[in-house]
């Protein structure tokens, strides 16, 4: 699911709101892949250089990503 939505992002240069709440569920639910982390690691660098623009402005990104422990 979260490939599906970064997908989306890099297809359409914007990442939706909907679309972060999406993802951020995935990730609360721990329901996500390694492959989904390497996903988003090229989503927060898109989004970092300015490839692709978030819709929703405050907090970064990052914040979608899971604490390493």
């Known amino acids: 699911m979260i490939?599906?939505?970064?997908q989306s992002a890099?297809?359409?240069g914007c990442l939706s709101v909907a679309s972060?709440?999406?993802?951020?569920?995935v990730m609360e639910m721990k329901g996500y892949e390694a492959s989904?982390?390497?996903a988003l690691r090229a989503l927060y660098e898109a989004v970092d250089?300015?490839?692709i623009q978030?819709?929703?402005?405050g907090n970064s990104v990052m914040t979608l990503?899971?604490?390493h422990r």
């Open 65 to 67: 990503m899971p604490s």
């Open 36 to 38: 989904d982390l390497e």
């Open 3 to 6: 490939r599906t939505l970064v």
């Open 49 to 51: 250089s300015g490839r």
């Open 10 to 12: 890099f297809q359409t």
């Open 54 to 57: 978030r819709e929703a402005s």
């Open 20 to 25: 972060e709440g999406l993802i951020r569920q």
